[in-house]
C-alpha cells in the first residue's frame, strides 16, 4: 500500500494498546483506538489527568512500550514506514536519530554511574566520522545551549548532582544532541518549582521557533499548552475525546472533559502555568473500561444513553472533533462551519 502523498512526520491510527493483567486479571486498556498526527514544524500537544494514557501513547510512538503492553490494534508510522512493525533493530535505528523522547523522569534517562558529559558523548554514537572531543564540545554546546551556565564544569558531574531543573534540562539536551525530527517531551516541567517550569518553557518555545522538526509535548499542565502548542488531543480513560487548534480548544471547547477542564483553571487561558485542576470524580478503571462514555459518570450533561452507548467521533468545526454524543457540528457558526478535515478516527490534518 503506498503512503499518502503528504505524510505526517509522524502518525498514530487507531492504536490500541493494553497492559498484561496480573494473575489473570484482565488487561487494562490504556489506549483505545488513539489517532494522532504530527507535521514538521508543529508542536502537538497531548493533554490529561494522570493515568490517562499519556505516557504510553509518548512510550507507543517511540517504540519503547514496557515488556508487559501488547498492541491491540492499529499503527504508528514515521514518514509513513509501519514503525511498530519494524524489527527491534529497525525500530532502534529510528529511535534516538528519528524520533528522540525527553522523559518524564530525567533520572531514567541517565546512568547514575557515568558523568553527564560521558552520556552525552555516548549519546553522538550516530555522528560518523566525529572524534570524541568534538562530541564532547558539541555536548557543552548543547547544555549551554538549553541554558545551564558553567556546562564545560556540568559535564564532569554525575546526574544526582544536578538539580531537578538541570537535569530536565540536560535530558532535553541529550534528546536534541541526535537532532531528531520529531521530539518528545513527555511531562517536561512536572516536578520542577515554577521559577525552573517557567525556564523550561521558555526553552521550549526557543526550540519551537528554531526547530524545524515536529515538538510532541505531553503534559497535565494547561498552561503548557497554552504557550506551546499549535494542535492539541485531550485523552480521557485512553481515548481521545478532543482534539483541536489550542485557540478552538480555549474559546470553543466540544468536549464537556475539555470544558471541564477549563472551567476549573481559567488560568490556563492567560498561559500561567499549573497542574490540571481537579474534576469531581476520578478516572475509572481500564480493566475492562466502562461501557458507553468513560467520562459520563463525571459528566453533568451525560443522558441515560451516554452511559451504555459508546459516543461517535463528531466533527465540530475545522480541525476540531470530539467524542461526544452531545457535539454537533459548529453548523450557524460563520467562522467554523466546514466539518471536514477531521476523520472518522479523529485524526486531524
Ligand atoms: N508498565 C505498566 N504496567 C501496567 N499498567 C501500566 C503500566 N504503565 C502504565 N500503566 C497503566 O496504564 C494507564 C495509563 O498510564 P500512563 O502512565 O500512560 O498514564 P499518564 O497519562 O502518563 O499518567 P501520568 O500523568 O500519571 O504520568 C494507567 O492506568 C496506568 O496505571
Ligand atoms: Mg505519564
Redesign the pocket.
Known amino acids: 500500500m503506498s503512503a499518502p502523498l503528504i505524510a505526517p512526520l509522524i502518525e498514530a491510527a487507531g492504536l490500541s494498546v493494553a497492559?498484561r493483567g496480573e494473575d489473570g486479571a484482565p488487561p487494562?486498556q490504556?489506549l483505545r483506538a488513539v489517532s494522532i498526527a504530527a507535521e514538521a514544524g508543529e508542536v502537538v500537544g497531548i493533554v490529561?489527568?494522570?493515568?490517562?494514557?499519556?505516557?504510553?501513547?509518548?512510550?507507543a510512538l517511540i517504540g519503547l512500550l514496557?515488556g508487559?503492553?501488547v498492541v491491540t490494534a492499529g499503527t504508528v508510522r514515521f514518514r509513513g514506514t509501519d514503525f511498530l512493525a519494524l524489527p527491534e533493530a529497525g525500530r532502534r535505528g529510528l529511535r534516538g536519530r528519528h524520533i528522540a523522547m525527553a522523559f518524564?523522569d530525567p533520572m531514567t534517562a541517565f546512568s547514575p554511574v557515568l558523568t553527564i558529559g560521558t552520556q552525552l558523548t555516548d549519546f553522538q554514537h550516530h555522528l560518523a566520522g566525529q572524534g570524541r572531543a568534538a562530541r564532547r564540545a558539541r555536548a557543552g554546546a548543547m547544555l549551554a545551549r538549553v541554558g545551564i551556565a558553567d556546562a564545560a564544569r556540568v559535564l564532569d558531574h554525575y546526574p544526582h548532582e544536578l538539580s531537578g531543573g538541570m537535569r530536565q534540562r540536560a535530558a532535553i539536551a541529550a534528546a536534541l544532541l541526535m537532532t531528531p525530527e520529531v521530539l518528545i517531551a513527555?511531562?517536561p516541567t512536572t516536578a520542577l518549582d515554577v521559577t525552573m517550569e517557567a525556564q523550561i518553557i521558555h526553552l521550549l518555545r526557543e526550540l519551537r521557533r528554531d526547530y524545524h522538526g515536529a515538538i510532541i509535548v505531553?503534559t497535565?499542565h494547561l498552561g503548557v499548552v497554552g504557550e506551546l502548542c499549535d494542535r492539541v488531543h485531550v485523552?480521557y480513560a485512553?481515548e481521545v475525546v478532543e482534539t483541536a487548534l489550542v485557540d478552538d480548544l480555549y474559546h470553543r471547547p466540544a468536549h464537556p472533559y475539555t470544558r471541564a477542564l477549563i472551567a476549573c483553571d481559567p488560568a490556563g487561558l492567560t498561559g500561567v502555568t499549573r497542574p490540571l485542576p481537579t474534576i469531581p470524580g476520578r478516572v475509572p478503571e481500564?480493566a475492562p473500561p466502562p461501557p458507553g462514555c468513560a467520562f459520563a459518570p463525571r459528566c453533568t450533561l451525560a443522558t441515560a444513553r451516554c452511559h451504555i452507548e459508546a459516543p461517535p467521533w463528531v466533527a465540530v468545526g475545522p480541525g476540531q472533533g470530539a467524542r461526544c454524543h452531545e457535539a454537533r457540528p459548529r453548523g450557524c457558526d460563520p467562522g467554523g462551519t466546514d466539518p471536514k478535515g477531521a476523520d472518522a478516527n479523529g485524526a486531524i490534518r
Request: hydrophobic residues 35%; negative net charge; contains cysteine.
Open positions: 497492559y487494562l490504556a490529561g489527568e494522570s493515568g490517562c494514557g499519556k505516557s504510553t501513547l509518548a512510550a514496557p508487559n503492553a518524564q513527555d511531562e505531553v497535565h485523552l485512553g481500564l
